[in-house]
């Protein structure tokens, strides 16, 4: 006599019924898995079949160690398309649901395989697109949060790969590591400054004057007085040899305009800016003078502003002392300001 068993919707065997005792006692069945004798309809649970096999037990096949029982796989010789549908399992109460189940080693069971759809021609291309783009981003994240890090060795080994990342940042506006040296630099007297012949002559042919403070170190920069020899936004750029060093800046009635104070903001040790009567100059461009944060001294006099501006004025934490009369602010803003920043001198005439 031949037993079939089921377990999860998947059927074994046939296994005589000797090595059917065999499986239950080492463990690789369950008594209350589902058995069928071969050439019978109902379902009963294993233990219920061997209890009522009466048979003779069967001698192992040959070449197979009495006692040493082992499923050959070659034995399987029907599967559940075969037996589970020749008739309904009947409901048996599973008293051993939930409790987890072992699978029957040796045994060949009957699954179901699932073919993938393989992936169009487009479709792998468009994937291997995506893989390297998120890979170069993050490549290329590595590489920019090493250098904000590191600037000082990691900018000269992106210059070997032909990658001029000071500049490149430079002209954008937005090179940190230029700024982090130039704030961490102290001013210095104009003995102690040492410049190339052409960046001497370059100061001397602006026309601009330029002597040390009256107290600390640093240099004041005095716009010429003479009208025709007033300075222009391209002279501006005179004095990036000497950035740090200059601590006060005088361009009275200069030509600057909005453009130019964007080398104003290179200065980072300003302390003191006159910016009086220069008429090219208006709202929107004070406000980049914000990235000044040692700016204490600001003389705005007779340029047209607005209202606006205030609020960058309040933000502007390193001010002491504010010359605003004659600009054309309402006395509302003016005196908000003043509520906002009472410890700061201003001057609205």
Same mark, same amino acid.
Not at 76 to 94: I, N, R
């Given at each position: 006599?031949?037993?079939?068993v089921?377990?999860?919707?998947?059927?074994?065997?046939?296994?005589? &019924?000797?090595?059917?005792?065999?499986?239950?006692?080492?463990?690789? +069945?369950?008594?209350?898995?589902?058995? +069928?004798?071969?050439?019978?309809?109902?379902?009963?649970?294993?233990?219920?079949?061997?209890?009522?096999? *009466? $048979?003779?037990?069967?001698?192992?096949?040959?070449?197979?160690?009495?006692?040493?029982? /082992? +499923?050959?796989? $070659?034995?399987?010789?029907?599967?559940?398309?075969?037996?589970?549908?020749? /008739?309904?399992?009947?409901?048996?109460?599973?008293?051993?649901?939930?409790?987890? &189940?072992?699978?029957?080693?040796?045994?060949?069971?009957?699954?179901?395989?699932?073919?993938?759809?393989?992936k169009? =021609?487009?479709?792998? =291309?468009?994937?291997?697109?995506?893989?390297?783009?998120?890979?170069?981003?993050?490549?290329?994240?590595?590489i &920019?949060g090493?250098?904000?890090? #590191?600037?000082?060795?990691?900018?000269p080994?992106?210059?070997?790969?032909?990658?001029?990342?000071? %500049?490149?940042?430079?002209?954008?506006?937005?090179?940190?590591?230029?700024?982090?040296?130039?704030?961490?630099?102290?001013?210095?007297?104009t003995?102690?400054?040492?410049?190339?012949?052409?960046?001497?002559?370059?100061?001397?042919?602006?026309?601009?004057?330029i002597?040390?403070?009256?107290?600390?170190?640093?240099?004041?920069?005095?716009?010429?007085?003479?009208? %025709?020899?007033?300075?222009?936004?391209? *002279?501006?750029?005179? +004095?990036?040899?000497?950035?740090?060093?200059?601590?006060?800046?005088?361009?009275?009635?200069?030509?600057?305009?909005?453009?130019?104070?964007?080398?104003?903001?290179?200065?980072?040790?300003?302390?003191?800016?006159?910016? %009086?009567? /220069?008429?090219?100059?208006?709202?929107?461009?004070?406000?980049?003078?914000?990235?000044? /944060?040692?700016?204490?001294?600001?003389?705005?006099?007779?340029?047209?502003?607005?209202?606006?501006?205030?609020?960058?004025?309040?933000? #502007?934490?390193?001010?002491?002392?504010?010359y605003?009369?004659?600009?054309?602010?309402?006395?509302?803003?003016?005196?908000?300001f003043?509520?906002?920043?009472?410890?700061?001198?201003?001057?609205?005439?």
């Amino acid at each position: 006599m031949n037993i079939f068993v089921s377990r999860d919707g998947q059927t074994f065997g046939p296994y005589p &019924v000797d090595q059917a005792r065999q499986f239950l006692e080492s463990g690789q +069945l369950l008594a209350n898995d589902y058995a +069928l004798v071969e050439g019978q309809t109902e379902w009963k649970t294993l233990n219920e079949v061997l209890a009522n096999a *009466d $048979s003779p037990v069967s001698s192992p096949p040959i070449g197979e160690k009495a006692g040493n029982p /082992s +499923l050959d796989i $070659s034995q399987v010789t029907q599967t559940q398309q075969s037996v589970g549908h020749k /008739s309904a399992k009947p409901k048996v109460k599973d008293s051993n649901r939930g409790k987890k &189940v072992h699978k029957i080693k040796g045994a060949k069971q009957v699954q179901t395989v699932y073919v993938a759809q393989k992936k169009g =021609i487009v479709s792998k =291309i468009i994937s291997t697109i995506m893989v390297f783009t998120f890979l170069f981003i993050l490549a290329v994240g590595g590489i &920019v949060g090493a250098y904000f890090a #590191m600037p000082e060795k990691i900018g000269p080994m992106l210059k070997k790969f032909g990658l001029p990342v000071d %500049e490149i940042l430079s002209g954008a506006g937005n090179s940190l590591v230029s700024e982090k040296k130039v704030t961490t630099q102290e001013p210095r007297n104009t003995d102690e400054i040492k410049l190339d012949d052409a960046s001497g002559q370059a100061i001397v042919n602006s026309g601009i004057h330029i002597s040390d403070v009256d107290e600390g170190k640093g240099i004041r920069v005095v716009s010429s007085v003479d009208p %025709e020899n007033a300075m222009e936004d391209q *002279d501006l750029a005179v +004095l990036l040899p000497i950035a740090f060093d200059v601590v006060s800046l005088d361009l009275t009635n200069s030509k600057i305009t909005d453009q130019g104070i964007s080398s104003i903001v290179k200065l980072s040790n300003l302390k003191k800016l006159i910016l %009086e009567g /220069s008429s090219g100059i208006t709202a929107n461009g004070i406000k980049n003078l914000k990235d000044l /944060s040692r700016l204490e001294y600001l003389n705005l006099i007779h340029i047209k502003l607005d209202d606006s501006l205030i609020d960058v004025l309040i933000e #502007m934490e390193s001010l002491r002392q504010v010359y605003i009369f004659q600009t054309e602010l309402s006395e509302e803003a003016i005196s908000r300001f003043k509520t906002a920043r009472p410890k700061v001198f201003v001057n609205a005439g």
